[in-house]
């Protein structure tokens, strides 16, 4: 076992029913009408092999273990049996704690790329196809990562960091990882860089809504000793809220983006109701829908995903994968949607 993960304490001698439990029902349309899924070749990364080696189990054997079923409903893929909410809670908050997608973006524009793949995808290209239906946006938000969608795409319309910029950007990191170091007591950095706001058509008010889950990172998202949430403040200007305080302070959005989040959530569709509830337009982004699916995930949107919102009483626009993929046969390439309860979206 890998000496760095932890956590044996309470297991049995069966591990495998130690950390996983039954999900006989469709996590999006909450049905039982399901089939198998043919068997095919597992997809291994470092958070499987995490999840193996916490639980003092064989890879293989443990990916085994966990079927996969396609809903008869709205063709979501699902695991069962997957993760006890409390394994996947370590497993996100502690084990494999780093967003690793969301600072590997985050690294991508510090190092100047003016335009990189996250999840296979142009987001300048998703941005103007965005505007087109959406039109002025003014109130911006994503949830949960603020790095897996437009926020340094917004910077970047301001064109590439000059050599001053990357040296107080750096220089500013320095400073906070010194602070840390040298006080007993650390609680925070009392500075921010006074940096150029986007250009038009970027949002004026850009916010980052962080709603707890079992199933995402966010205790212990960090990287230069400081996380993503307060370098998102503190370098692009993102203010911090919540769904509770959004609808307590009856706060409208024009867009609201779910880049990978919203399959990362215990109860998926409450969650895209509330947004739903707070902007015109919300924005869904799935994970890699041509590959199998990858069992950190419990599941993954099926192709029938928009009939199924359209009978909800949602308007959908898919948005063309040939417009946004940066290579049409990748198969990380992401599903991507326009949802709202507001607007039409004419053809």
């Not at 973006?105 to 959406?134: C, I, P, V």
């Not at 064109?159 to 107080?168: N, Q």
């Not at 998102?232 to 911090?240: S, V």
Request: hydrophobic letters at 35%; a negative charge; one cysteine or more.
């Amino acid at each position: 076992m890998d000496e760095n993960l932890i956590g044996l304490a309470y297991c049995t001698e069966d591990v495998l029913e130690d950390f996983l439990t039954s999900f006989e029902k469709c996590p999006i349309c909450g049905s039982s009408d399901r089939h198998a899924m043919p068997p095919t070749e597992e997809f291994h990364n470092r958070y499987t092999n995490a999840m193996a080696s916490y639980t003092d189990a064989d890879p293989k054997e443990l990916l085994a273990k966990i079927a996969v079923f396609k809903c008869e409903v709205c063709s979501t893929e699902y695991c069962d049996p997957w993760l006890k909410r409390d394994f996947a809670a370590e497993l996100y908050g502690v084990v494999m704690g780093q967003h690793r997608f969301g600072w590997w973006a985050f690294d991508q524009w510090a190092s100047n790329k003016q335009e990189f793949s996250t999840s296979s995808m142009n987001r300048g290209a998703l941005w103007t196809y965005l505007l087109e239906h959406a039109g002025q946006i003014d109130k911006y938000a994503e949830v949960n990562c603020p790095f897996a969608g437009f926020t340094t795409h917004f910077d970047n319309m301001n064109g590439p960091l000059e050599e001053t910029e990357r040296a107080e950007i750096s220089n500013f990191i320095i400073g906070m990882r010194e602070a840390y170091h040298e006080s007993d007591q650390f609680a925070g950095w009392p500075k921010k860089l006074d940096r150029k706001a986007p250009p038009a058509p970027a949002p004026r008010n850009r916010y980052l809504i962080r709603e707890p889950s079992s199933y995402y990172w966010g205790n212990n998202c960090v990287h230069q000793n400081t996380s993503c949430h307060a370098m998102a403040t503190m370098l692009f200007n993102i203010k911090m809220t919540s769904f509770n305080e959004i609808e307590t302070d009856a706060v409208d959005f024009d867009v609201i983006g779910l880049f990978q989040a919203l399959d990362h959530f215990v109860d998926p569709m409450t969650v895209l109701r509330r947004a739903l509830k707070a902007a015109r337009i919300v924005i869904v982004v799935g994970h890699n829908y041509k590959s199998v699916i990858h069992k950190q995930h419990q599941f993954q949107f099926g192709g029938g995903l928009s009939d199924y919102l359209r009978g909800c009483g949602f308007a959908v626009k898919d948005v063309p994968e040939e417009l946004i993929a940066i290579d049409i046969d990748d198969d990380q390439n992401s599903r991507c949607y326009l949802i709202s309860e507001k607007e039409n979206f004419d053809d």
